[in-house]
Each structure stands twice: as C-alpha cells, then as structure tokens.
C-alpha cells in the first residue's frame, strides 16, 4: 500500500504564492509502479478539477486557468511531486489533492491541503 502526504498550505493574499508537496512512502513495489503525477483541487460547493499533471518522463499539463502561474515538478528519486503557485487568485482557493497513477491499478490520493488566497 501506498500513503500520500501533502504539505505546504495555508492563507496568502492575492498575489502571492505558495509551494505544495506531496510525497508518498509505503510499499516500494507499488511506488515504483506510479507513472503519471497530479494536483486536483475542490472550491467550496464545486466538483473537484484537475489541475496539472506531469509525467514520469517529465511532460506536464495545465488547466487552462493556472498556465503560467503554476508549475508541476516531481523528484522521482523522493517519490515526491511538486506544485509551485505564483501570482495567486481568490479564485485559487479550495482543498488541493495530489493524485499518483499506475498503468495497472487504483490511483493514490492524498488527504488533501487547504489554500485559502484572500483578496
């Protein structure tokens, strides 16, 4: 089995930024069969949308309304994905998740951190 614990967030006003992390730790079979890394994240009252994902290999993917604010990193050798936010929006806040992927089984998702960005 595999655990997710994500760290790295709290309250920023509007144009700030913040950085999440998401490490995972268990089964050592199991973590070297995550491919694809995400962050997702839920506003109150909304249903939960992807935001950015990155590959194994490296290749990443925005929601159209964080490109060129955000940015999705990973650290393969710490089992550890990134989510860098820049110039942050009211409209940022909510609950992010991170999400790991295997070719061949169920995702991992993490507990979930909360980003409050005031305006």
């Known amino acids: 089995q595999v655990q997710l614990a994500e760290s790295g967030g709290g309250l920023v006003q509007a144009g700030g930024s913040l950085r999440l992390s998401c490490a995972a730790s268990?089964?050592?079979?199991?973590?070297?069969?995550?491919?694809?890394m995400g962050w997702y994240r839920q506003a109150p009252g909304k249903q939960r949308e992807a935001v950015a994902a990155?590959?194994?290999?490296?290749?990443?993917n925005y929601v159209d309304s964080v490109k060129g604010r955000f940015t999705i990193s990973r650290d393969n050798a710490k089992n550890t994905v990134y989510l860098q936010m820049n110039s942050l929006k009211p409209e940022d806040t909510g609950v992010y998740y991170c999400?790991?992927?295997?070719?061949?089984?169920?995702?991992?998702w993490g507990q979930g951190t909360q980003v409050t960005v005031s305006s």
């Open positions: 268990g089964s050592i079979f199991s973590i070297n069969s995550i491919n694809a």
């Open positions: 990155i590959t194994r290999g490296g290749s990443t």
């Open positions: 999400k790991m992927s295997r070719v061949v089984g169920p995702d991992y």
